[in-house]
């Protein structure tokens, strides 16, 4: 985008230099100084959330309620409010308090239903969220000062900082707009820093190609100095991971309430983890609906047998991994191997 040429190549060597932190404080410093209490408005209970739930489902079914809405009524319809929005907004607030990535959604799906929500509710859920470091956020406030949205006037540097910070906490998409961008402006030392972060040889090699052996060292000492800086790998996986694990349990409530029958909190927290580290473990076993037949099989067999490990059977494994089959045919089957094993 062109407003990346308005950023000096100084805001990169401050970025960069030994002060990790002013960066960030002047940005942090940019933003209202909100608490979460004067932000979130109240809400109450709707058919799927309530304040009662515990914040992994409420995020979970905030987001499954969005994809409901997108089913029903299109991922373009953004004007209005449908009933879907109305409950996963709710649903999301609920869950803000311990979950400050719900507010990088609330933000999205607020501020582009600006018939029903003001503008600055938008962004103070994105602000707030920006200031506790959540990428997704940073990211956020990159596209809304690059253009002006949301009540607030373009402001380049600002959106450059920002895109800078979300790429820093391991923001892929940010990260490679900072190599497209130091690339466009022939700050080839500084787009060879980000393309090694991103780890991908193509990307690398175009870069190099346009590079000077003294610019290459230049490159290497950005590389070092910015790696003391980035989100560590494992804390992205992790975060990863622990959205998955909202996410499916928001998938599997919404649509399988009776899976978790009987379960505490904690024990619903580790069934579905279980599910997600599999994800893992078996490259053919991807999709959300696969994930959904494996918990209604998993209860089936808790409920009608000795505990049988789904992957280490022959016949159910070969089920589960047949992404051509839907959630109730591939339970269906499950249910006919099972009968016949019945003593």
């Known amino acids: 985008m062109k407003c990346r040429s308005l950023l000096p190549l100084a805001i990169f060597t401050l970025l960069l230099g030994c002060d990790a932190s002013s960066p960030d404080e002047k940005l942090n410093n940019s933003l209202p100084d909100l608490s979460l209490e004067q932000i979130l408005p109240k809400v109450e209970a709707n058919p799927y ?5 515990d914040s992994e489902l409420l995020l979970g079914l905030g987001i499954r309620l969005i994809d409901e809405d997108e089913v029903l009524y299109g991922a373009g319809r953004t004007l209005l409010a449908s009933k879907e929005i109305k409950m996963a907004r709710s649903c999301l607030i609920m869950a803000a308090p311990r979950y400050t990535t719900s507010l990088c959604i609330l933000g999205k799906i607020v501020g582009a239903r600006q018939n029903n929500y003001d503008k600055s509710e938008a962004f103070n859920y994105i602000a707030y ?8 956020a940073e990211a956020g406030l990159y596209d809304i000062y690059s253009v002006g949205k949301l009540g607030q006037p373009p402001n380049k540097e600002l959106a450059m900082g920002w895109l800078e910070r979300a790429a820093r906490h391991g923001d892929q998409d940010a ?10 402006q022939d700050h080839f030392p500084v787009a060879y820093a980000w393309a090694r972060v ?3 040889a193509k990307t690398i090699e175009a870069v190099q190609r346009k590079m000077s052996p003294q610019q290459m060292a230049e490159g290497e000492q950005h590389y070092t100095r910015l790696l003391s800086q980035l989100t560590p790998e494992k804390d992205i996986e992790q975060a990863l991971r622990k959205d998955l694990i909202a996410l499916s349990s928001g998938d599997l409530y919404y649509s399988h309430p009776e899976v978790f029958e009987g379960m505490s909190p904690v024990q619903r ?9 599999m994800l893992d473990l078996y490259p053919k076993f991807h999709t959300r609906g696969q994930v959904v037949a494996y918990a209604l099989i998993s ?6 047998g000795p505990a049988v490990d789904l992957w280490q059977d022959p016949a159910l494994h070969a089920l589960l991994v047949n992404d051509d089959l839907s959630v109730e045919e591939t339970v269906a089957k499950a249910k006919t191997i099972l009968a016949k094993r019945k003593p």
């Open 198 to 200: 991103l780890n991908e």
């Open 175 to 184: 990260q490679q707009d900072m190599v497209r961008w130091s690339s466009e």
């Open 49 to 53: 959330c309530t304040p009662e739930m």
């Open 269 to 277: 927290h580790a069934f579905v983890a279980r599910l997600v580290d």
């Open 299 to 304: 209860r089936l067999v808790q409920s009608t």
């Open 129 to 136: 969220a920006a200031k506790h470091n959540e990428s997704c």
